[in-house]
């Protein structure tokens, strides 16, 4: 006797059973190789900074390394600290990266007492991308000094009376000036601005005397003979301005050894992958050995850094400690 067929409805579910069965039986499809999404490089200050000229230049050439979109988000303020806060607790996928610098993980640590992040630990390191170099820029109608050692004498022949500019205070301008001060026993008046513009603005208006900002930025006004550059603060001479010395070898007492540069590099929240980090320090080494890339950085008075993720480990804790001397040595306090 031959079964009676089942109904047209229960065959169906039960081809759909069977069917979900199989599937929950398969293991889940493993992801995709890394990256499968943009690329967020978050920024801690504003655009049309040095810092978003940087990270500018490398945008698009590290997109076509990574075969995703590289998006710049701007999260400025507080020194960088927003940012690098902002990166500290995103999800460590590798999609969210900090754009810091020796400012923001390095000499930030001293000088804010209670970050709600360790530079360091809360963070991995994944490739620096260049050193800059900041100059001693002066207008020389408020501060008439043809050398470092003149501009030396008038400030020592009067304390208390020439201001500096910086872009913000416990920024890299702040930091390089302060360094300098303390190292040769000057007596200026810190006048912090809210960025690079307002305070090269402050200079070219006679407002403050100098300022130490990053090559770079002063360089249009250089050559258009605003205003005067007296000595780069990296220990060798910069292509952009070879003409001009490095503060190290004035043969001033406290300048030798002198080297107030900084760096910028990305960082990727701790729990990265460390394949993720590997993949990442590649591409931006790339980019940053293509000759148009190198010949551009150059020209702006910058050098191009190349480091294993371990290497520029080991630059950001000497760096750390460094600044911490610095900060104590001109006794700077920011909360």
Not at 8 to 26: E, I, K
Not at 219 to 228: F, M, N, T
């Amino acid at each position: 006797m031959h079964p009676l067929p089942l109904p047209r409805w229960t065959r169906l579910a039960l081809v759909a059973c069977t069917a979900w069965m199989a599937c929950s039986a398969s293991p889940a499809a493993e992801p995709g190789p890394w990256p499968q999404q943009a690329v967020t490089l978050i920024l801690g200050f504003p655009a049309g900074s040095g810092v978003d000229v940087i990270a500018r230049a490398v945008q698009e050439p590290l997109a076509q390394r990574l075969g995703q979109p590289v998006v710049i988000d701007y999260k400025s303020g507080a020194a960088g600290n927003i940012a690098s806060e902002f990166v500290a607790r995103a999800k460590p996928d590798g999609y969210t990266l900090a754009f810091g610098t020796a400012a923001t993980h390095g000499s930030n640590a001293a000088l804010y007492k209670k970050l709600p992040f360790d530079v360091e630990s809360d963070f991995v390191p994944v490739a620096p991308l260049i050193d800059v170099s900041n100059v001693l820029t002066i207008n020389p109608a408020v501060i008439d000094a043809k050398t470092l050692k003149e501009f030396v004498e008038r400030v020592k022949a009067h304390p208390g009376k020439y201001n500096f500019a910086s872009t913000g205070n416990g920024a890299g301008t702040h930091m390089a000036f302060a360094e300098f001060n303390a190292r040769l026993g000057l007596n200026m008046v810190h006048v912090p601005y809210k960025g690079g513009p307002e305070a090269i603005a402050s200079v070219l208006r006679g407002e403050t005397c100098c300022i130490m900002n990053q090559v770079q930025t002063v360089l249009p006004h250089y050559k258009a003979d605003k205003v005067r550059l007296l000595g780069v603060t990296t220990a060798r001479p910069v292509n952009a301005v070879k003409e001009v010395p490095p503060i190290a070898s004035s043969g001033l007492p406290g300048t030798q050894g002198f080297d107030s540069s900084i760096w910028f590099g990305l960082f990727a929240p701790k729990g990265t992958d460390a394949a993720i980090v590997k993949k990442l320090n590649t591409a931006v080494r790339e980019v940053l050995e293509l000759p148009e890339v190198r010949t551009r950085f150059e020209a702006n008075g910058n050098t191009v850094r190349l480091e294993t993720p371990e290497q520029f480990r080991q630059t950001v804790h000497t760096d750390r400690a460094k600044w911490a001397q610095v900060v104590k040595d001109a006794k700077i306090s920011i909360d």
